[in-house]
């Protein structure tokens, strides 16, 4: 056996809190990699309507998460359609009230100050209820603390923490975490991931590199 299969809805039988978040994705604007899962007692299968907020088609924005992605409990993504405009006198959306106040206000506006696409690199884990804010980039291997709000992009293999959230410290040293992303385990196919499991969990890393 290879690991369970990530076209799995539910991965772990009698535990229906926790799901392979790419078999319950219908927006063509949010892409799951494979076993990414997100846990949700109150029912995780709503995570594209209850956790990806504001998002709006019009904009063009998307949500990437990437492979083996440990989303925990409340974790939220703000899109780019929470932000107000701030090139006038007034951030106030007079348009979207209409009775008059539509007129003469181009939409692309708010296309044109997109942050751009969120994406949320390979082996990462988010903790509970931390906020990621639109256009953000986590880099693959990332930590983020419980009740984070993520307002910049994380580096590959930090730890953050705090709101806004800072950058407590890197998992691993400089050369480590170049090798890491060079090795990139977490596009290997299933079966040879499950060969090299005790270099990966036991943090072997010269096991990794001849693997490759």
């Excluded at 892409?31 to 995570?47: H, K, L, M, Q, V």
């Excluded at 003469?104 to 296309?111: L, R």
């Amino acid at each position: 056996m290879h690991g369970p299969n990530p076209s799995t809805p539910y991965p772990m039988a009698g535990f229906p809190r926790t799901v392979f978040l790419k078999n319950f994705i219908t927006r063509p604007t949010i892409e799951i990699g494979d076993y990414s899962y997100y846990d949700d007692p109150d029912g995780a299968e709503r995570f594209e309507d209850d956790n990806v907020l504001y998002h709006f088609e019009f904009y063009g924005d998307r949500l990437i998460i990437k492979n083996f992605v440990a989303i925990a409990h409340g974790v939220t993504f703000i899109m780019n359609g929470a932000n107000h405009l701030m090139t006038g006198f007034s951030t106030y959306p007079f348009n979207i009230f209409g009775n008059g106040w539509e007129k003469d206000f181009d939409a692309s506006a708010y296309v044109a100050a997109s942050r751009g696409d969120t994406v949320v690199g390979n082996d990462v884990w988010i903790g509970r209820e931390a906020r990621i804010m639109p256009g953000v980039t986590v880099g693959d291997g990332a930590v983020i603390g419980a009740h984070a709000v993520v307002a910049g992009d994380v580096p590959p293999f930090a730890i953050v923490a705090g709101n806004p959230a800072r950058v407590i410290r890197l998992r691993f040293d400089e050369k480590t975490v170049a090798a890491l992303l060079d090795i990139a385990w977490w596009y290997w196919p299933a079966e040879k991931i499950t060969r090299n499991l005790a270099a990966i969990r036991g943090g072997d890393l010269s096991a990794l590199a001849t693997a490759r």
